[in-house]
C-alpha cells in the first residue's frame, strides 16, 4: 500500500514554505500545484518532490486530478490562501473520490470568508467583538470613534487594503470610491492597541474534539495602514481566557482543516476583540512547529488514519516564548527605520527559532530571495 501524498495548493510565500516544511519533519511525501503570478517560493524546496505550475483554473484541476490517477490512497490537500480553499470548494464533487478535502461540514466557504459572517461567528463562539455593519448600509450615528474599514472578501485583497479613519464622517466621504473598488466593506469599531496586542489562536477539530494548535503574539510588525498588523517577528505565548471561545468556534464551524483566528487586544481595557477567522494555516504556523506543535502533520494524520492525534494538547506541551522571522518584511521594516527602531528590533531578534525563508537544510528558497530583493544603497 503507497502512502498518501500530501498536495499543497499554492506555492506563494510564508504559509506555503511552512505547510511544505512542517510535512517534510514527519516524512510525508509531497507535491506542489500553483497558478497565478506570484512567485511559488515553495517549488524551490528540496522537500517537494514535484511541482506543477498551472496557466490557467482548468489546467491546474487537470493535472491535479491526473497526478492522482491510478493511486491507491487518496491524497490530502492544503490550501494555502483563500483562492484556494474556494478552489476545493468549488471542484470538490469531483476531487473528493481521489483527495481529502479541506472543507466546512456546516455552511459554505464563501459564507465562512465573508467578513460579515466571520464576525457573526465570532460572537457566537463567546468572543467580543468589535460593533460591526457594512459600508452600504452604513449607519453614521452609531459609530463614536476611529473606525477601521476592511474588504468584506478577502479573495484578491490583503491587509494593505484594510484602513483606519478617525472617524466615520473620513470614511464617508471615499465611500463612493470604496464601494466601486471593493464591492462593499465591513465597517467596526477600532481597537486601540500595539504591535503586541495582535494576537493570533490556532486550532484544529479532530475526530476526538477541538484542540489547540498555537497561540502567538506579534512583537515587532511593519508600518502599514493598520499598525501591527503585518508581523515581522511574533513569539509563541498561551492565553488562557482565549482557549474556551477558540474551542468553541472551532467545533461550531466542523472545518476539516487548521484554522487562523485573529484577535486584538484592547490597550485601553485590557479586552479581547475578534477580528477574523481564516480557513487555513497562519503563515506563522512554522512557529507552532518549532514550539512544538506540527499543524500540517496534525491534519495529515488526523484524515488518514495512519496515526492517532491527541484530542488534548495542554500548555506544557507548548514551548513558550519561541520567536518567528519574516526576513523579507524585516528588510522592508529596517529600510525606514530610526536608528532607535533599529536597535530595538535587534533587540527583538533574540531567541528566533523559526526562520519562513531560511533553513540551511533546504536554502534554496532563501538564496532566491536574496537574489530577488531590491536592496536599499542606504541604510
Known amino acids: 500500500m503507497s502512502v498518501p501524498t500530501a498536495f499543497v495548493l499554492g506555492l506563494y510565500g510564508a504559509t506555503a514554505l511552512g505547510i511544505v516544511r512542517g510535512l517534510n519533519k514527519a516524512g510525508i511525501p509531497i ?33 491535479l486530478n491526473a497526478t492522482q490517477q491510478g493511486e491507491d490512497e487518496k491524497g490530502v490537500l492544503f490550501a494555502t490562501s483563500d483562492e484556494y ?30 467578513k460579515e459572517q466571520n464576525a457573526l461567528i465570532g460572537e457566537q463562539a463567546g468572543f467580543s467583538v468589535p460593533h460591526t455593519q457594512l459600508l452600504s448600509t452604513l449607519n453614521q450615528n452609531t459609530f463614536k470613534g476611529p473606525v477601521l474599514a476592511k474588504p468584506l472578501s478577502s479573495v484578491g485583497t490583503s491587509k494593505q487594503d484594510i484602513s483606519i479613519y478617525q472617524n466615520v464622517d473620513e470614511l464617508i466621504l471615499k465611500r463612493g470610491q470604496l464601494l466601486h473598488t471593493y464591492g462593499d466593506l465591513v465597517v467596526q469599531d477600532y481597537v486601540p492597541g500595539g504591535t503586541e496586542d495582535h494576537i493570533e489562536v490556532h486550532t484544529y477539530l479532530t475526530k476526538q474534539g477541538p484542540i489547540i494548535l498555537g497561540m502567538l503574539k506579534k512583537v515587532l ?16 505565548a498561551w492565553m488562557p481566557e482565549l482557549v474556551e471561545p477558540s474551542l468553541a468556534l472551532t467545533e461550531s464551524l466542523q472545518f476539516s482543516g487548521p484554522l487562523d483566528i485573529n484577535l486584538k487586544r484592547d490597550a485601553v481595557t485590557g479586552k479581547f476583540y475578534f477580528l477574523e477567522v481564516n480557513l487555513r494555516c ?19 494524520f488526523e484524515v488518514t ?6 484530542a488534548t494538547l495542554p500548555e506544557e506541551e507548548f514551548q513558550l516564548g519561541v520567536r518567528w522571522l519574516h526576513e523579507e518584511r524585516l528588510m522592508n521594516y529596517l529600510s525606514t527605520a530610526s536608528l532607535a527602531e533599529s536597535r530595538a528590533a535587534a533587540q527583538c531578534m533574540r531567541r528566533i527559532g523559526a526562520f519562513v525563508y531560511f533553513d540551511p537544510l533546504d536554502p534554496l528558497p532563501y538564496f532566491k530571495l536574496l537574489k530577488k530583493m531590491k536592496f536599499p544603497d542606504k541604510l
Open 31 to 63: 507535491k506542489g500545484f500553483h497558478k497565478g503570478t506570484a512567485q511559488p517560493h515553495a517549488a524551490d524546496s528540496r522537500y517537494v518532490l514535484e511541482h506543477v505550475l498551472a496557466q490557467s483554473e482548468e489546467e491546474f484541476l487537470e493535472r
Open 221 to 236: 510588525a511593519k508600518k502599514n495602514g493598520t499598525e501591527g498588523s503585518v508581523g515581522v517577528i511574533a513569539e509563541s
Open 305 to 310: 488514519g495512519l496515526r492517532p492525534t491527541s
Open 85 to 114: 480553499a474556494l478552489f476545493c470548494q468549488d471542484h470538490a464533487a469531483e476531487l473528493e473520490e481521489r483527495f481529502h478535502i479541506p472543507l466546512a461540514r456546516t455552511g459554505s466557504v464563501t459564507d465562512l470568508l465573508s
Open 282 to 300: 497562519s503563515s506563522n504556523l512554522s512557529l507552532d512547529t518549532a514550539a512544538g506543535r506540527n499543524a500540517p502533520a496534525t491534519h495529515y
